[in-house]
Every structure is written in structure tokens, then in C-alpha cells.
T-cell receptor
Framework: EAGVTQSPTHLIKTRGQQVTLRCSPI?????VYWYQQALGLGLQFLLW???????NRGNFPPRFSGRQFPNYSSELNVNALELEDSALYLC??????????????FGEGSRLTVL | GDSVTQMEGPVTLSEEAFLTINCTYT??????LFWYVQYPGEGLQLLLK?????DKGSNKGFEATYRKETTSFHLEKGSVQVSDSAVYFC????????????FGDGTTLTVKP
């Protein structure tokens, strides 16, 4: 069974640019979560999507946005990139809320460097 | 709000040493508690979990017991191996918290042969 896949694995952008990160959840999972892992910091919750809807959002500015598609894959968009956006962006998936035990299944992440 | 506090690292041990990584939490209600491990260059993967007080999670020789009275979920292993070198994250989630898991800052473990 394929795990959570993310793309691209690495990318370099300059300040002010925009980036789109992609995530495909485990087959059968309807919830997708995005986390930011900056160097030396823990995981910061960004967004939660379930059944195509944004269900919760962390304390990030509006230039961080995303969406979930009908096939449950997801995109994370970051506009007007700043140096401090450099981080590993992790996507995770889980089964629907009715059967969710709380366990998250993570992808390997997309490492974004902003110069 | 909810929070998780982990023992600060890095932790360096010799092979076969005993490991304890402390984790305490602050949360209302009845969270589930998790330990995740992140090996170099990889994403996080679930190591073990406990969903209610006094539950003990265990996997690959690691154990942690959900202690509601001390709000703790300390990770232990009796004899570490070089292959256990990784970053360990303690986390909690409440079903009432709209999908948001709260993670500790992670503890880096290095095991030397």
C-alpha cells in the first residue's frame, strides 16, 4: 500500500515568490493535515482538510492557504515568500473522523528554502 | 491551550544503555497521547500510542505509560541500539480539537557504538 506522497521533495525560491506543494494521502484516507517544521523548532500545525473542506487552521498568516480535491489530494500554497518560510513542510493523512484513532501518517516532506 | 513539553536534547547514549525521554502535557479533557519518531531524511512515523489513562503503549522495545495524575507520557527503552538514533516527538490529540495534534519540540537521540 502506498504511503503519503509529497512533491516536490526539495525546492528553492526567492523572497516574494509563490510556491505550491502537493500531497497525496493514503488510499481511503479523507483527512489531510499540513505542518511546518522549521529548523530547530517543533511541528507547527498549519491546516486540516477533510472531505474537501477546510476544518481547522493554525496561527499562520492568510498567505498560507490550500485546498483539497475530490480525490482527497491536497495543495498547500504560500504567497509572498519570506525568509522565515524556509522549512520542511509535512503532509499527513488519516481516516475519516468516524473511525479516526488520532494516528497521523506522514509523508517525507517538501523542503523549501527561501533565499 | 494544549501543550506538550519534552525533555530537551540532544541526548547521547552508548549502545545498550537505558533510555528515558520525558514528556509532560497540559490539556483539558481526555487526550490521546503519541510518540512519533523521525529518522534522518524521513517523515514522522508512529512509534506507539495510548488512548486513555493507565494505558501502556509499546513497540520495538519502546514503552510509554499514560499517567493522568502526573500528566506524563515518558518514553523508555531498556537497551538502545545505534539504529534508534533519531528525533522523537511526543504529541497529543483530542477529538474535540478539530483535528489539530499538538507536538513537542522533539528530542534528538544519538546512540554511539
Amino acid at each position: 500500500e502506498a504511503g503519503v506522497t509529497q512533491s516536490p521533495t526539495h525546492l528553492i525560491k526567492t523572497r516574494g515568490q509563490q510556491v505550491t506543494l502537493r500531497c497525496s494521502p493514503i488510499s481511503g484516507h479523507t483527512s489531510v493535515y499540513w505542518y511546518q517544521q522549521a529548523l530547530g523548532l517543533g511541528l507547527q500545525f498549519l491546516l486540516w482538510y477533510d472531505e474537501g473542506e477546510e476544518r481547522n487552521r493554525g496561527n499562520f498568516p492568510p498567505r498560507f492557504s490550500g485546498r483539497q480535491f475530490p480525490n482527497y489530494s491536497s495543495e498547500l500554497n504560500v504567497n509572498a515568500l519570506e525568509l522565515e518560510d524556509s522549512a520542511l513542510y509535512l503532509c499527513a493523512s488519516s481516516s475519516g473522523q468516524g473511525t479516526n484513532t488520532g494516528e497521523l501518517f506522514f509523508g517525507e516532506g517538501s523542503r523549501l528554502t527561501v533565499l | 491551550g494544549d501543550s506538550v513539553t519534552q525533555m530537551e536534547g540532544p541526548v547521547t547514549l552508548s549502545e545498550e544503555a537505558f533510555l528515558t525521554i520525558n514528556c509532560t502535557y497540559t490539556a483539558t479533557g481526555y487526550p490521546s497521547l503519541f510518540w512519533y519518531v523521525q529518522y534522518p531524511g524521513e517523515g514522522l512515523q508512529l512509534l506507539l500510542k495510548a488512548t486513555k489513562a493507565d494505558d501502556k503503549g509499546s513497540n520495538k522495545g519502546f514503552e510509554a505509560t499514560y499517567r493522568k495524575e502526573t500528566t506524563s507520557f515518558h518514553l523508555e527503552k531498556g537497551s538502545v541500539q545505534v539504529s534508534d538514533s533519531a528525533v522523537y516527538f511526543c504529541a497529543l490529540i483530542k477529538k474535540t480539537n478539530a483535528g489539530k495534534s499538538t507536538f513537542g519540540d522533539g528530542t534528538t537521540l544519538t546512540v554511539k557504538p
